[in-house]
């Protein structure tokens, strides 16, 4: 069967904690936080599920404007279904559902290759902040 996809599917916040727990991207979430989670997920603009039948293999959750950007912070993808294409088109997808948006990711140390090879351009001018409670 044909990997589906669908803009902002009927999810639960534990359907977002599992895929990301069978993914590689579970190990840089905080999934031992079930209201840090809860709050991740309500508070993402779009969401793009994609579905070998009726399970969620892959995600892609958004936060954006629509207009001007688009923070891909999510791009998930089952690792027994990795190596696909699945995860290229979560991002197609995300650009159809979000057309006038230019998107942004911050890329995982073992994903930097990935990213160039589906025509997304590397921008060296990024920065990060770490979270007020960090500060002393």
Not at 12 to 31: M, N, Q
Not at 87 to 97: D, H
């Amino acid at each position: 069967m044909p990997i589906s996809y669908q803009v902002n599917p009927p999810l639960a916040a534990s359907d977002f904690v599992d895929i990301l727990r069978r993914s590689t991207l579970g190990e840089r979430r905080p999934l031992h936080d079930a209201d840090a989670m809860e709050q991740m997920f309500r508070h993402g603009n779009v969401y793009i599920g994609a579905y070998d039948g009726d399970q969620l293999v892959g995600i892609a959750r958004v936060m954006t404007d629509f207009v001007f950007t688009s923070y891909l912070s999510d791009l998930a993808v089952d690792e027994k279904y990795q190596q696909q294409g699945i995860g290229k088109q979560l991002i197609r997808e995300v650009q159809k559902a979000i057309p006038k948006a230019k998107i942004i990711l911050l890329a995982a140390p073992a994903a930097e290759g990935y990213y160039p090879k589906i025509g997304m351009q590397h921008h060296g001018h990024c920065f990060t902040l770490a979270p007020a409670e960090n500060l002393v």
